[in-house]
């Protein structure tokens, strides 16, 4: 159930309750892919830091250990040791990512692994029942991420297949719910709405899919290649369309600054391999902006990431040690920037949250977005 608690303009704070807890919106789903974070971060250590939802991927868990494991081992909360929720996404990213190893026809997508290059195919059914085997809280829909400069031809086809996928994956997901083996009975499905940059195409596909009667509803395809303005601007003209008592994801975006924007909009929940990844590289956020820690300057730096920062690698080490472990290539180096840019990326979720209690939102965001652009580090 989704409950809005508070407007301030067209940003939503609002609670979502689950079978496995209650989600306090606008929400950040931290990335652990293969039901891991990169950078040796633990679930205990996703307590600590204040995460609220883990997001792993079907195609990869399917590619390895496989979901029938899974789902012998109890499902993912169990394999993994997590009890709050998590959201598989359906492969359907896959589809557009690994596209020279695909091909895409109305009963799915056969895939050539990444991994061994055997053959898989998975379209809506396939999606469904993997994601039931991982027993996650939300599972996506399957979609086609079709490119964001694509040609509209295609586009067109390509929405209008994602919408009859939709409803097969709607039915399958029914049909699993009611089996008496399936882990998770009550879990959830949202939708997808695609478009490319094509507002009208994304307008109508908005409209067709809100009458499905979903649980939750994401603006998928963007992040992908097209510029900010554009991605702000589609976001714009969809979330109008989409249920305004069902939550909005916005899917694999992004920088701090794009969830500040998109939550002024009306987005909810968000999910960015960024934190991580970057993290791994020594790219670290900060509300003064963003360092590298393996530039010269920090080598004798004995402050920590950020001053007043309470995350597990700013309350005890220094940007010099951190420094020091990433140059030798020791592990605890990358971990400690993961650990410390989601926990900065979660805390913006609690302050954005705060903002919109408070009706300050515009304030906030302006503040947040000045200081990270023109402050010093």
């Known amino acids: 159930m989704y409950k809005i608690l508070k407007k301030d303009g067209r940003a939503k704070r609002a609670e979502f309750t689950t079978v496995h807890g209650t989600v306090q919106t606008p929400v950040f789903m931290n990335v652990g892919t293969v039901a891991a974070i990169k950078g040796a971060v633990a679930t205990s250590d996703l307590e600590q830091i204040g995460t609220q939802i883990e997001l792993s991927n079907t195609y990869h868990l399917h590619v390895r250990p496989g979901d029938q494991v899974v789902k012998k081992l109890g499902g993912l909360h169990k394999f993994m040791s997590w009890d709050k929720p998590i959201l598989t996404d359906s492969g359907g990213f896959q589809v557009f990512s690994l596209s020279s190893l695909r091909k895409i026809k109305e009963e799915g997508v056969y895939f050539n692994s990444h991994i061994d290059g055997r053959k898989i195919f998975m379209g809506p059914e396939e999606s469904m029942q993997i994601q039931s085997n991982l027993a996650s809280t939300i599972a996506m829909a399957f979609d086609e991420c079709a490119p964001a400069l694509a040609e509209r031809d295609y586009v067109e086809k390509s929405v209008a297949r ?3 996928w939709l409803a097969r994956c709607k039915a399958e997901m029914q049909r699993l719910n009611s089996l008496p083996d399936t882990i998770n009975q009550n879990q959830l499905l949202f939708g997808i709405n695609q ?7 994304r307008i109508e596909h908005a409209k067709e899919i809100s009458q499905m009667d979903l649980d939750g509803y994401a603006i998928g395809g963007l992040a992908v290649g097209e510029t900010h303005e554009d991605m702000y601007r589609i976001i714009e003209a969809v ?11 916005l899917m694999g ?20 391999v960024y934190p991580s990844r970057n993290g791994r590289h020594g790219h670290l956020y900060t509300n003064l ?3 590298n820690l393996f530039n010269a300057k ?10 007043g920062c309470q995350c597990p690698a700013c309350r005890r080490y220094s940007r010099a040690y951190i420094r020091h472990l990433l140059k030798a290539k020791e592990m605890l180096g990358m971990r400690l920037c993961v650990l410390h840019n989601l926990y900065f990326y979660n805390t913006m979720m609690t302050e954005i949250r705060d903002a919109i209690d408070r009706g300050e939102y515009q304030a906030y965001k302006k503040r947040k977005l000045d200081g990270m652009m023109n402050g010093q580090v």
């Open 162 to 164: 994602t919408t009859r």
């Open 195 to 201: 478009g490319a940059i094509y507002e009208d195409i």
């Open 239 to 249: 979330t109008p369309y989409l249920p305004e008592d069902k939550p909005t994801y």
């Open 253 to 272: 975006v992004g920088t701090p600054a794009n969830i500040l924007e998109a939550v002024d909009r009306g987005v909810d929940f968000f999910d960015c």
């Open 289 to 291: 902006g963003k360092i």
């Open 298 to 307: 920090y080598e004798l730096d004995d402050r920590p990431i950020e001053e």
